[in-house]
Every structure is written in C-alpha cells, then in structure tokens.
C-alpha cells in the first residue's frame, strides 16, 4: 500500500499510534464523547491537532477507533465471562465482574459505551447510533447465551432469554453510573452478589459452581 505524503504531515517521529490511541480512549472514557476537547486529546496523546488528523481522522473518527480498542480487550467484561461453560458462571462473571472493572482505579471509572452514550446529544447522533448499535450487539449476545442455556436445561423453562437479558443490561448502566459517581468496588461488590443470588434462585434450574 502506498502512503501519500500528505498522510504523513505533522506526524513527529517515534510517534505511537497504538499509546496515542489508549491515551484518547481514557479522555473518552472519563468525559464521554461531547465532553472531550480536541485540545484536550492532543494534550494527552502527546501530538499536535495535523498529526491527529492525519493519523485519525476527525474527533468522530477517532471516537470509534478509541471505542474498537475498549470492545477488543482481551479482558473485556463479555470476552471474559463467555469463557465460562454454565450460564450461572456466565452471569456471576458479568455482574462481579462489572463491579471490578467499573470502580479498577487503573482507568476511568464506570463503562466507556455507557458513558459516553449519557453525554451524547443530537449534535452527536452519528456517535450516539454507533454507540446504541454497540450496545444492541452486546444485547443480542446475551439474548443468544441465555437462550442456549435454557435450550441446554440450564434455566428455568418461564425464563425469558430477553428479559434476564435486559435486566442484565440495565444493572450494568446502573452500576457504571454509580461508579463515575464514585462507589466503591465494595459498594458495587454487595449488589452484584445481591443481584446474581437473586437471578440464580429464580431462574437457575441445574447450577454445579465453578470450585
């Protein structure tokens, strides 16, 4: 492939893209999408605003960049807990494991999608469809898990697959908004116990615990 000249100018040598990449993804994460500066991203990424653009593209662009990064973690929250065989591991992983990585101090705290989509508004209603798409996926996913579980006889037979979905969803923006506003991974901990106990007593049918 060729690289035009043009696409090089105002790029400063050693630049990393990938660093400079994380670094616009944590600006993101904390001030969601309308609260972030294009000043405030080359601060951070350590460039000027030609070699953001050039490398890129415009603020929407890198937007959906910076989020690809975050839904492509290795140890993202769904990556992680799909690893799981029982659907009871699967939905004790998501919700412990939400209230982990919502409050872990190495990273903004609370959800990067959900974040971003509280700040959205309709000057921003391609980042906020991208970002509603992302989250009808992780949706769709779990609406997919729980029906293979109840095929499986691992739920109960009145469980709905979309509802627990949705329910599953809702805590998430619930906890990830309490995280931003400062709630402990204790604090979190406690509801998310709570509300697995809850899920698995009432549509759990066959559950051997991951020892």
């Not at 890129?56 to 807990?81: H, M, V």
């Not at 004790?92 to 990585?101: C, I, N, P, S, T």
Request: some cysteine; glycine content about 6%.
């Amino acid at each position: 492939m060729t690289i035009t000249k043009a696409a090089c100018v105002g790029r400063p040598r050693g630049f990393d893209i990938d660093f400079a990449l994380e670094q616009a993804l944590h600006v993101f994460w904390r001030n969601g999408y309308e609260g972030t500066s294009i000043s405030e991203l080359t601060e951070v990424m350590g460039i000027k605003k030609p070699s953001l653009y050039a490398a890129f593209g415009n603020k929407e662009q890198l937007f959906l960049k910076a989020i690809e990064l975050y839904e492509n973690r290795p140890d993202s929250l769904f990556n992680t807990a799909f690893k799981h065989e029982h659907i009871a591991d699967v939905i004790r992983a998501l919700l412990v494991g939400a209230a982990a990585q919502f409050t872990d101090c190495s990273h903004p705290q609370g959800c990067a999608l959900i974040n971003s989509a509280l700040s959205c508004n309709e000057a921003s209603e391609g980042i906020k469809e991208a970002v509603h798409l992302l989250q009808t996926k992780h949706q769709s996913e779990l609406i997919d898990q729980f029906a293979e579980a109840k095929q499986r006889g691992e739920l109960a037979d009145d469980c709905q697959p979309k509802v627990l979905a949705t329910l599953i969803v809702t805590l998430f923006k619930g906890m990830s908004i309490q995280a931003a506003d400062g709630a402990t991974h204790d604090d979190l901990r406690h509801v998310a116990e709570m509300a697995v106990t809850g899920i698995l007593a009432q549509h759990v049918k066959r559950y051997s615990p991951v020892k």
